[in-house]
């Protein structure tokens, strides 16, 4: 089955610097690719997501890519604020019917001030 | 704005009661999720009801007995719980479910079992 690695499992920036988060995933048939951030006592949030036909989206300061070949995908994150502070979760799936999202460890971002 | 609702926040029981968490969306979403999560750990897939029949049971101990009332409501059952069950209990939903379709969670129950 599909299996997800992300990397580091805490990162810490100061404000106004950029964060990377990165992940690989096992199984070349997944296709696609959602990040979520989940601040302290909230739930999961969908923050940006990418399919596999598509190498890089953006959505004002949060962009992903993704390397199909490598199999690897990451988040970045420009001009940080503290209130980005949270766990980032990478995840992939496949598309067919009935299959799962697969999560990744998780990513705990700080931002200092 | 919660677009998925559950209830209730926090719930603490003993090992020998019986309680039951509760989820409802107006998305129109057909597919929804039960999770499971511990603190800093990613969610962990419990069950998958997909047009209101369960399609996804992850070996979840019967402990756990989930129910689709309908398409916009997923009750999960809890009885003889066990301490290693405390964690925060998530339900998702998204319109199909399928690789490609975004999940959207609720805010949560948090469960402490005595």
């Known amino acids: 089955g599909e299996n997800v690695e992300q990397h580091p499992s805490t990162l810490s920036v100061q404000e106004g610097d950029s964060a990377v988060i990165k992940c690989t995933y096992s199984d070349s048939a997944s296709n696609y690719f959602p990040w979520y951030k989940q601040e302290l006592g909230k739930r999961p949030q969908l923050i940006i997501d990418?399919?596999?036909?598509?190498g890089e989206k953006k959505d004002q300061r949060i962009a992903v890519t993704l390397n199909k070949t490598a199999k690897h995908f990451s988040l970045h994150i420009t001009e940080t604020q503290p209130e980005d502070s949270a766990v980032y979760f990478c995840?992939?799936?496949?598309?067919?019917?009935?299959?799962?999202?697969?999560f990744g460890p998780g990513t705990s971002l700080s931002v200092i001030p | 704005d919660t677009e998925v609702t559950q209830t209730p926040k926090h719930l603490v029981m003993g090992m020998t009661n019986k309680k039951s968490l509760k989820c409802e969306q107006h998305m129109g979403h057909r597919a929804m999720y039960w999770y499971k999560q511990k603190a800093k750990k990613p969610p962990e897939l419990m069950f998958v009801y997909s047009y209101e029949k369960l399609s996804i049971n992850e070996s979840v101990p019967s402990r756990f007995s989930p129910e689709c009332p309908n398409s916009s409501l997923l009750n999960l059952h809890l009885h003889a719980l066990q301490p290693e069950d405390s964690a925060l209990y998530l339900c998702?939903?998204?319109?199909?479910?399928?690789?490609?379709?975004?999940?959207?969670f609720g805010d949560g129950t948090r469960l402490s079992i005595l």
């Open positions: 998702a939903s998204s319109r199909e479910q399928g690789g490609l379709q975004p999940q959207h």
């Open positions: 990418i399919r596999s036909n598509v």
């Open positions: 995840a992939a799936s496949i598309e067919t019917s009935y299959d799962k999202v697969i």
